[in-house]
């Protein structure tokens, strides 16, 4: 357990010192951090002591330098960055998260009008298997691949309408899984 709290510590006290924090929990204390070290201190990941209800543990992602909520999320087991855009009605994936994914791109068909904040694009609609932010899970999550016109892929309402709720704070935005 010791050891358990020095992680705690030093990952937060990292995540603090760079301006942006995301934690979770885990049912059971489990310690259950699936990235490098390395890769844990570039995306600012800490781990929160777990609750002693039953609920599903609650997710934390700090707010960031610019204003804004970004995370790493796990999609189809693979590590993505991303934007959680309330505003955004689904997952939209750029090209190269959407293959970093598992997604073949050959196979997609762009018949689907969206519109980005360079204008209006086709799209391709894809169902991801599993989404996961900070430990707040989603299966089945339905999402876009957006050629042309994103920046970074943004997580959006089709991923977190699927969460038990979910609310922003000066600091962060809370996920409830």
Request: hydrophobic residues 45%; charged residues 15%.
């Amino acid at each position: 357990m010791a050891n358990s709290v020095g992680v705690v510590a030093t990952a937060t006290i990292c995540a603090v010192l760079v301006g942006e924090v995301v934690m979770h929990t885990k049912a059971l204390g489990h310690l259950n951090i699936q990235w490098t070290p390395a890769e844990a201190a570039q995306a600012n990941l800490a781990v929160a002591p777990a609750s002693k209800d039953a609920s599903p543990p609650s997710a934390y992602v700090g707010k960031g330098k610019d204003g804004h909520y970004w995370a790493w999320a796990e999609v189809d087991g693979h590590p993505v960055r991303v934007l959680i855009d309330t505003g955004a009605s689904a997952v939209a994936l750029t090209p190269e998260d959407a293959r970093r994914a598992g997604v073949d791109l050959e196979l997609l068909v762009y018949n689907r009008d969206v519109n980005t904040a360079q204008g209006i694009t086709h799209a391709a609609a894809v169902t991801l298997g599993h989404v996961s932010v900070a430990g707040a899970d989603v299966s089945g999550v339905e999402a876009l691949v957006v050629p042309k016109g994103l920046s970074s892929s943004l997580l959006g309402m089709s991923y977190l309408g699927r969460l038990e709720g979910f609310e922003a704070t000066r600091s962060g935005l809370i996920l409830h899984p």
